[in-house]
């Protein structure tokens, strides 16, 4: 049996910062309204956010009945989708200004143009905002932590009413809107990634994960024609790519979320699942919250420049 239920997490957003999606300002703070409100022409442009809500999540886990006896057995508690949930206001400076704004704001928000722009991803696109922090490892940032999550947009709904939106044509409209957006993966990233140049070859060291949730690595290495291997130890895992002989660079790169290592060669790019040996855990690695160190050690293959591993800061 399958059991779900959604957890609420107490994640806040400021909406005193921008809140961007595919290029469209939601949350505009820097929009202004005239001074001479109610003249031709005049009041804001622009759209600005009244709620944000990231709080449901779903836990999912199985569950099933002990046999005779009390209580039940249980596997391990995960997280499945998030939704974000938003509500705001669109402003126009005129009346035909205010309806592009609604194009704009439709565009920006349809599913399918969020496909198209990360095909690979299946539309699920950043959705960036910052908010401030106390936390000493920010002082570099100017205590801002800026963050993203991969989000597809789902229902959207502005209303149009005689009421609200008639009047003459100069003057300014508004309208309010809300809109759910859907997360495949329910992790909240950093913007900026935690990145390791291999280019040197062997590296070893520390990584510092300032969220407070794992995270997942990542690399791209390019190497020649040699065959080796690659080993990596990091987070909780230690895993090895075989690299065998070709004839020319191969691109090798390793998606950790999405548990997969592929090979290009001659712009031919193709998944290589045989070549990744995991350790006797058979874990992919994992990124804890605070420090853990890493090694990656190469024997008879050797990165080219541009070769790096990386992960995001993730916040739960």
């Known amino acids: 049996m399958r059991w779900g239920s ?10 005193t910062q921008p809140i961007i999606y595919r290029g469209y300002t939601l949350n505009d703070p820097e929009l202004k309204f005239d001074t001479d409100l109610g003249g031709q022409g005049t009041g804001a442009q622009g759209s600005i956010v009244d709620s944000f809500d990231i709080s449901d999540v779903d836990i999912v886990q199985f569950v099933e009945k002990r046999a005779l006896e009390d209580g039940m057995d249980a596997s391990d508690v995960q ?14 400076r005129t009346r035909a200004l205010f309806y592009d704004e609604v194009d704009d704001f439709m565009a920006a928000t349809a599913a399918v143009l969020a496909q198209r722009d990360e095909p ?22 100017s205590y801002v932590i800026e963050q993203f999550v991969y989000a597809l947009p789902r229902v959207r709904h502005t209303m149009i009413e005689r009421d609200s939106q008639g009047g003459p044509q100069n003057k300014g409209l508004a309208a309010t809107w809300a809109a759910t957006w ?37 690399f ?21 790519i075989t690299v065998p002989s070709s004839s020319g660079n191969r691109i090798i ?7 997969y290592l592929t090979f290009e060669e001659n712009s031919v790019e193709l998944i290589r699942m045989d070549l990744l040996g995991l350790d006797s855990e058979g874990a992919h690695p994992t ?9 990656v050690t190469f024997t008879t293959v050797t990165p080219a420049a541009g070769s790096h591993m990386w992960f995001y800061e993730t916040y739960a």
Do not use: C
């Not at 390791?196 to 949730?213: E, H, I, K, P, Q």
């Open 182 to 218: 859907l997360m495949k993966d329910p992790a909240i990233y950093g913007v900026t990634p935690i990145d390791v140049d291999l280019s040197n070859g062997n590296a070893s060291g520390t990584f510092t994960n300032r969220g407070n949730y794992i995270s997942r690595l990542n």
């Open 6 to 15: 959604r957890g609420h997490y107490n994640v806040r957003v400021d909406t």
């Open 79 to 92: 997280q499945g989708a998030r939704r974000v949930k938003m509500t705001g206001t669109l402003y126009g």
């Open 253 to 259: 790169r390793y998606n950790g979320k999405e548990k």
């Open 120 to 141: 690979a991803n299946k539309g699920y696109v950043p959705l960036y905002w910052a908010k401030p922090t106390n936390r000493s490892e920010y002082e570099d940032d």
């Open 220 to 240: 791209l290495i390019t190497v020649g024609s040699a065959a080796g291997t690659i080993v990596i130890s990091a987070g909780d895992a230690t895993f090895t």
């Open 287 to 295: 990124i804890p919250p605070g420090d853990s160190v890493y090694t």
